[in-house]
């Protein structure tokens, strides 16, 4: 044996762990997993929505920071979606080394710092500065809870419950609107102290988040991968022990195992080489998904609250209002959808609902050039858009967190979302803050027109590419890059180029 595979790798085990954790009934550990993991959206929902809310007041006189509302929904929205891609390509290669749980600790405390300190701000470069830091922290998020929940919901639920968590973004963007519109109001808070206690109030809540999700394990998936077998049995056998007290039942026996060569590291060089060589065609799709959604996303929600103002002279204070009610349409998509992921299947599921948000969309923009929508209008017409390119971008998370092998996810999360945020989530706020500041409706059409089509790309992209991935394990979607062929049955998926 090779100096260099002693020192990677530690032995051979064969294991039905995998097996077990999906042949689970849905239990009260589940819902802590929900509880705990989860909630990160409802934070980045939070964040966002609060931003696009106060943007107008930020810029008012008296507020305490000097900055204008273009500064906001631009140069700041993009600084917070550029650290959202460093956290998620920084944290999401630490993720698949050092573990699910460690980094998801780290990332979530990181958030509450920044966040505290965005409410102390008192110059614009420290607004900007905290903003970037805040979505290092988010994007770290991403990228270990996405694989974490995976790794832990059995397959038959994975779909919809990754959805619906997903989705539950817009909760948090309900939830952000609604403080901006109290903590906004000059009868009860001074210009300069409401806006601040939007950012505080979003750390407390993250505070309760982090006392939650002590209690999740470490994925027993990536513990027996490296080396760490018994730890994962422990973690298994007491999930079962507890399932079996609160249902009463025996659970089945479970049907596979897979044999897999041990790391405690795995080579960088070798996860991408196996990525793009094994993958080319999840690699297209995993980019076109991501590409179309940050650039609809991060462009329409950023630059809300500018657009109505600057087109339909809504004030400021009342912006939290319309941001809430568009807010309802994405949240209630992915909670409506989601049960079909998993039944009618990722594909058509996926590509119908980007194809139809696109298309959608594109009637949208017509009927605002045409200077046809007032602003209830044009709110009302973005809830029916993004009803379903809510659902559909909660599927691309869930598409590059299962099509890819267990020693790359996070990695792969990172770098997709990386890629397409910075591509699309980048230039969007920037394009639509210009856009928005020419004061002309056909300018703003254009952008819109750009967003429908990015959509109707990633759809395109599933009809070819996509992968029939619902009420299948993982490690039959993509098998471990350790895997080890050793006859019939003896592993699950297809077969994977050896490690050395």
Same mark, same amino acid.
């Given at each position: ?5 002693e ?15 999906d ?13 705990g993991?989860?909630?990160v ?14 943007s ?12 204008s ?22 944290f999401g ?20 710092f920044a ?32 694989s ?40 009860i808070? *001074?210009?300069? $102290?409401g ?5 505080? =109030?979003?750390?407390? +809540?993250? &505070? /309760?988040? %982090? ?8 994925s ?18 007491d ?7 609160e ?6 026996e ?7 060569r041990?790391r ?17 065609r999840?690699?297209?799709l995993?980019?076109?998904?991501f ?8 462009a ?15 004030p400021?204070g009342?912006? *939290?209002?319309? $941001? ?6 994405? =949240?209630?998509?992915p +909670?409506? &959808? /989601?049960? %079909? ?15 139809l ?44 967190s ?40 056909s ?7 750009i967003?429908?089509?990015?959509m ?14 619902e ?7 993509a098998k ?13 998926g ?7």
């Amino acid at each position: 044996m090779s100096t260099r595979e002693e020192t990677i790798q530690t032995g051979t085990i064969r294991t039905d762990l995998p097996a077990r954790l999906d042949r689970l009934p849905w239990s009260r550990f589940h819902w802590q997993v929900i509880i705990g993991l989860g909630t990160v959206w409802i934070l980045d929902g939070l964040e966002v929505t609060i931003v696009g809310s106060i943007s107008g007041r930020l810029s008012e006189p008296g507020a305490g920071i000097g900055i204008s509302a273009s500064e906001v929904a631009g140069l700041a929205a993009t600084l917070y979606v550029i650290g959202a891609c460093v956290g998620a390509l920084v944290f999401g290669q630490l993720t698949d080394r050092f573990g699910r749980k460690r980094l998801f600790m780290l990332t979530l405390g990181i958030y509450l710092f920044a966040t505290v300190m965005t409410a102390f701000s008192f110059s614009p470069l420290w607004f900007f500065v905290f903003r970037f830091l805040t979505g290092m922290g988010i994007g770290g998020e991403y990228s270990a809870i996405n694989s974490a929940i995976d790794e832990l919901i059995p397959s038959k639920h994975r779909g919809r419950t990754d959805i619906s968590i997903n989705g539950s973004y817009w909760g948090g963007a309900i939830a952000g609107s609604l403080l901006a519109v109290f903590a906004l109001n000059t009868a009860i808070f *001074p210009i300069n $102290i409401g806006w601040r206690l939007c950012f505080a =109030l979003g750390a407390v +809540l993250g &505070l /309760g988040v %982090l006392l939650v999700r002590r209690n999740v394990p470490e994925s027993p998936r990536w513990l027996f991968i490296h080396g760490r077998e018994q730890e994962a049995e422990e973690i298994v056998s007491d999930i079962e022990r507890r399932v079996r007290e609160e249902t009463g039942k025996e659970l089945p026996e479970p049907e596979e195992s897979i044999t897999v060569r041990q790391r405690k590291t795995i080579p960088l060089n070798l996860i991408v080489r196996s990525v793009l060589t094994l993958y080319p065609r999840r690699s297209i799709l995993g980019l076109a998904l991501f590409i179309g959604q940050a650039f609809l996303y991060n462009a329409v929600l950023f630059s809300l609250g500018d657009l109505l103002g600057t087109f339909f002279g809504v004030p400021s204070g009342d912006v *939290p209002y319309y $941001i809430a009610v568009f807010a309802v349409g994405n =949240l209630l998509g992915p +909670l409506t &959808l /989601g049960h %079909l992921f998993d039944t009618v299947g990722r594909k058509p599921m996926i590509a119908g609902t980007y194809i139809l948000s696109g298309g959608l969309l594109v009637v949208t923009a017509f009927l605002f050039k045409g200077g046809e929508l007032t602003a209830v209008g044009l709110v009302v017409a973005l809830m029916c858009v993004f009803f379903f390119a809510s659902a559909g971008v909660s599927a691309a998370y869930l598409t590059v967190s299962e099509i890819f092998p267990m020693e790359t996810r996070a990695l792969c999360i990172a770098v997709f979302y990386a890629i397409g945020t910075g591509t699309g989530g980048a230039v969007g706020p920037l394009l639509f803050a210009n856009l928005i500041e020419s004061g002309k409706a056909s300018h703003v059409f254009v952008g819109f027109m750009i967003g429908a089509v990015a959509m109707i790309l990633g759809g395109v992209a599933e009809i070819f590419f996509g992968v029939k991935a619902e009420r299948r394990g993982l490690e039959s979607i993509a098998k471990p890059l350790t895997a080890q062929d050793t006859g019939a049955g003896a592993a699950m998926g297809p077969a994977s180029p050896a490690i050395s």
